[in-house]
């Protein structure tokens, strides 16, 4: 099996043009595939197979096995690695991700693409659709109580479902002990990913995240997506802004149609084939 090496500010993906119709236990080879140690170490496994309503359909598991719903960062990577193989010409095309249809807009530099802007579609803002637990209502600065503390959370879905608190530098957090015990709060039914979030103006923000069934990664366009949204539910941002994350810095735009675009890089950084006894 064939597989390419690509990242999205150093959230990195196993990209596989052609998943093995063999396999019956895809959740133990995603496993493999993504072990730092004992497979080729990435934070997901990236699957372009052919569409029902596009030319091409984009499946995403994450490190743990499970499918995402939606990931800003692999429909950056997918664009690359579709544009600059000859599969797709167009600069501006659909990909399918679950149930969704994405448009993606490349930015060349010659023949080689740039950056790619995902139109991410409208957040989901009622707590039913999130999900949060309890009655429908928009989640805006509701406090949470995990971990030993008080969080005040923001909940957004962008077509999955994300936890944002905003506060001080987010390098003082301790992600990896309010990371988990937020993600799998009883209030998120299907968990969710985590955001700490420092607002530096109204046009910037970093953070880190915490993302669901991986961990800490350098990057989540999804993420940055949903810390935009919140962060102007909360009058801390403006509808435009650079999202800063340890990988890199993504532009997000809420504009007027209600959609989020999302804009930033992608890398590509070796290509392999694993052997059939692996």
């Known amino acids: 099996m064939r597989f390419t090496k690509m990242h999205g500010l ?64 692999a429909l950056r990577v997918a664009g690359k690695y579709l544009y600059e193989r000859g599969l797709i010409r167009e600069t501006v095309f659909q990909l399918e991700m679950q149930q969704a249809v994405k448009t993606l807009r490349l930015e060349l530099a010659g023949d080689r693409v740039a950056a790619v802007e995902v139109d991410m579609g409208s957040p989901l803002l009622d707590s039913t659709a999130v999900p949060v637990g309890g009655p429908a209502r928009q989640v805006v600065g509701e406090e949470l109580e995990a971990a030993g503390q008080v969080f005040k959370i923001t909940a957004v879905s962008m077509g999955n479902p994300h936890c944002v608190i905003f506060g001080g530098d987010p390098e003082l957090v301790p992600l990896r002990e309010w990371g988990p015990a937020i993600e799998t709060h009883p209030l998120f039914p299907r968990k969710t990913n985590v955001e700490f979030v420092e607002v530096l103006s109204p046009g910037e923000a970093r953070l880190r995240v915490f993302e669901r069934g991986v961990g800490e990664t350098p990057a989540c366009g999804s993420g940055a997506c949903a810390v935009l949204v919140a962060g ?41 084939e694993l052997l059939s006894a692996w």
């Open 10 to 73: 150093g959230n990195d993906f196993v990209v596989i043009g052609e998943w093995p119709q063999e396999t019956r236990n895809w959740p133990e080879l995603v496993r493999r595939l993504c072990h730092r140690r004992l497979g080729v170490g990435a934070d997901g496994v990236a699957v372009l197979q052919p569409g029902e309503k596009t030319r091409y359909r984009l499946r995403v598991f994450n490190a743990d096995g499970s499918e995402a719903e939606m990931c800003g960062n």
């Open 232 to 272: 102007v539910l909360n009058g801390l941002l403006d509808r435009r802004a650079w999202i800063t994350l340890p990988g890199g810095t993504l532009r997000v735009e809420w504009r007027e149609d209600g959609h989020v675009y999302m804009t930033g890089p992608a890398s590509e950084v070796f290509h392999g």
